[in-house]
């Protein structure tokens, strides 16, 4: 099972309008939370990093959530644009003795339509 | 500046044989990673190098093997390739380790094709 789950898969919404996508998370020690864009074919794009003592953090229009007590971390779009079409990826990092490592979630697969 | 540069873009090889990926860094950043991204789904991290060293592990077999050298570049080797082993490979480099606080800067892979 992966320790790291984002929901939905696949998302569809209509230029202008908001949306939010959903990361779930079991891996631990953690050390920080990262949401990344990838547009296809292209490497991922960092757009957040929180660590667990950060609730919130903005980066033009997308806003992550961190709730480090339940273990969730949301990523909000705001008046959504064509450009915003691509895969959003949540990654959380983890160090401990044997070292440091990032596990990735599957991504939401976000479709902006004119 | 140059962004993470890797190569080849693409490459095809059969079953068996063995294959070197290739990461630049971007100037300044000491630690690289690599990750394996299969179609469809999010990357798995491979392995993490700091200053030349490795610092981090992902769960893969002993065939897949990296190295960094002093100028901080990096070279991902895949031994005995099998059909599986086809994905986007990607490199990402950052200032310090992934346990920080650094932003890590990814490229735009090696996508390996195994016949």
């Known amino acids: 099972k992966n320790q790291v789950e984002q929901s939905p898969q696949s998302l569809i919404i209509l230029e202008g309008k908001n949306c939010t996508l959903q990361?779930?998370?079991?891996?631990?020690?953690?050390?920080?939370l990262r949401w990344y864009k990838q547009d296809t074919g292209r490497g991922p794009v960092s757009l957040t990093i929180?660590?667990?003592?950060?609730n919130t953090k903005s980066n033009g229009r997308y806003t992550a959530t961190l709730d480090a007590d339940t273990k969730q971390s949301s990523l909000h779009i705001t008046a959504s644009q064509l450009s915003d079409s691509a895969s959003y990826i949540c990654v959380v990092s983890v160090s401990n003795n044997a070292g440091n490592m990032l596990t990735f979630g599957g991504g939401t697969r976000l479709m902006v339509k004119p | 500046d140059a962004g993470v540069t890797q190569s080849p873009t693409h490459l095809i090889k059969t079953r068996g044989q063995h294959v070197t990926l290739r990461c630049s860094p971007i100037s300044g950043h000491k630690s690289v990673s690599w990750y394996q991204q299969v179609l469809g789904q999010g990357p798995q991290f491979i392995f993490q190098y700091y200053e030349k060293e490795e610092r981090g592990r992902g769960n893969f077999p002993d065939r897949f093997s990296a190295r960094q050298f002093p100028n901080y570049s990096s070279e991902l080797n895949v031994n005995a390739l099998l059909l599986g082993d086809s994905a986007l490979y990607l490199c990402?480099?950052?200032?310090?380790?992934?346990?920080?606080?650094?932003?890590?800067?990814f490229g735009n892979g090696t996508r390996l094709t195994v016949t």
């Open positions: 929180m660590t667990f003592s950060e």
């Open positions: 990361c779930n998370y079991t891996v631990s020690p953690f050390s920080n």
């Open positions: 990402a480099s950052s200032q310090r380790t992934t346990g920080s606080y650094s932003p890590l800067h």
